[in-house]
């Protein structure tokens, strides 16, 4: 079992930045391929990133690229996503998700999810 808790999400304006963090209880942790995804009002939940177990291979959407950067640190039990030049449709509920193989997370189908944190960009 792998328990799953984000944090880090807010208000920020248009142009900004945030870290989100995920901290994952669980000894198993550094064996995981880990990943962000986001649900707008609306909307369907979508991938935004994911990082295999090592931190040596990482994919983001399209939409985040060049913007946003998935990262992890294995002895803090911990992912992190960095975003840079936030825009309002970055709004979002964000959520961490954790599987054994990285094309699981990518393919939005992981073993676990986080419960979401709220990211709002205001214009």
């Known amino acids: 079992q792998v328990h799953l808790v984000e944090s880090g999400g807010g208000v920020v304006q248009a142009g900004g930045s945030l870290r989100l963090s995920c901290a994952a209880s669980?000894?198993?942790?550094?064996?995981?391929?880990m990943g962000w995804f986001r649900q707008a009002p609306g909307k369907e939940r979508e991938f935004v990133a994911a990082?295999?177990?090592?931190?040596?291979?990482?994919w983001h959407a399209d939409s985040v690229k060049g913007r946003f950067t998935a990262s992890r640190d294995n002895a803090k039990n911990t992912v992190y996503l960095q975003m840079n030049t936030l825009k309002p449709e970055d709004t979002g509920v964000y959520y961490c998700?954790?599987?054994?193989?990285?094309?699981?997370?990518?393919?939005?189908?992981?073993?676990?999810w986080g419960q979401g944190t709220q990211v709002t960009v205001s214009s």
């Open positions: 990082i295999s177990w090592s931190g040596g291979s990482t």
């Open positions: 998700a954790a599987a054994q193989k990285p094309h699981l997370v990518v393919s939005g189908t992981p073993d676990y």
């Open positions: 669980g000894r198993t942790f550094s064996s995981y391929a």
